[in-house]
């Protein structure tokens, strides 16, 4: 009877599965909502007939939201006086990257506040200013219209956010919140997939969903480590997977050697020359922003 309770049983490792998996959902399902005003212009952000011109009215109308904008819009995306008013921001960058823009800006504060148990949570911030950078680069050399451009590149502010509710469920707040290393894309998420159920990707989409995010960016955290998958390719994820090669460090020229999928570089259209100019594009902005 005892060898046959014990067959019947859960294994350990079944339930601190389940138990991690529930505690990820739990933490997903409280993290706060944004206040009601960014709520509402990124819910009207999604709506696929919306022309912009209702989001500019929301704008328009609260003098303290287009300062915020402003203030964002000359932090990422110019110079302080390319942008007099909110009008030629979004004739500079388009509205809707303003938008996620604020929207990530609010996330943030989420984030430091929600996650604050981390240890080691600006490694977080700094692994995603890395991974916005190198993304709108190629974004650049993809030749996306400037709107496109901001909008997949904003995507790399929160790729990773879901790793931190798995770091949290799993209490491993003291642990070092750090980007996947590059000859670890691929399986890192097979290893959480087989852990968890579930990966960091699953749980950064949902969020990312549960914010009202748009769907760009709600692709470009679920496959920034699976741009191909099953024959089906998604540029959002690419552009992210790609500017994890983009950013890290290759003394040797190993990465390109070896280890980057040719395959993603062909479906974006970039040969390795293009790829070694992101990689001096980006070694050249990161040196002049430190």
């Not at 950013?247 to 999928?261: H, K, M, Q, Y």
Request: with cysteine; proline share 4%.
């Amino acid at each position: 009877m005892l060898g046959n309770e014990s067959q019947n049983s859960p294994a350990p490792n079944a339930n601190k599965r389940e138990q991690v998996s529930r505690k990820i959902t739990q933490l997903v399902d409280d993290l706060p909502l944004f206040p009601t005003d960014i709520n509402q212009l990124l819910s009207t952000a999604v709506k696929p007939a919306e022309d912009g011109t209702e989001i500019l009215r929301l704008i328009k109308s609260d003098p303290k939201l287009g300062s915020q904008l402003l203030a964002l819009a000359h932090s990422y995306f110019g110079r302080a006086e390319d942008f007099a008013s909110i009008e030629d921001a979004v004739q500079h960058v388009g509205v809707r990257p303003l938008v996620q823009l604020i929207g990530i800006s609010y996330a943030r504060e989420a984030i430091q506040q929600e996650f604050a148990a981390l240890k080691y949570l600006s490694d977080y911030v700094d692994h995603a200013e890395d991974i916005y950078i190198a993304t709108d680069i190629l974004g650049g050399l993809c030749s996306l219209p400037r709107e496109q451009r901001q909008m997949h590149a904003l995507a790399g502010l929160v790729h990773d956010v879901g790793r931190l509710a798995i770091m949290v469920a799993g209490n491993k707040t003291g642990a070092r919140v750090l980007g996947t290393l590059w000859d670890r894309m691929v399986s890192v998420v097979h290893e959480e997939k087989a852990e968890l159920g579930m990966d960091h990707c699953d749980v950064g989409a949902r969020i990312c969903l549960k914010w009202n995010f748009s769907p760009v960016i709600q692709e470009a955290v679920l496959r920034h480590h699976s741009p191909i998958m099953n024959g089906d390719f998604s540029f959002a994820g690419a552009l992210i997977f790609l500017s994890h090669f983009v950013s890290a460090s290759d003394p040797s020229g190993e990465i390109l050697a070896t280890l980057l999928s040719t395959k993603v570089l062909k479906k974006l259209d970039l040969t390795p020359v293009d790829f070694e100019k992101a990689r001096d594009q980006y070694e050249s902005r990161t040196k002049n922003s430190s």
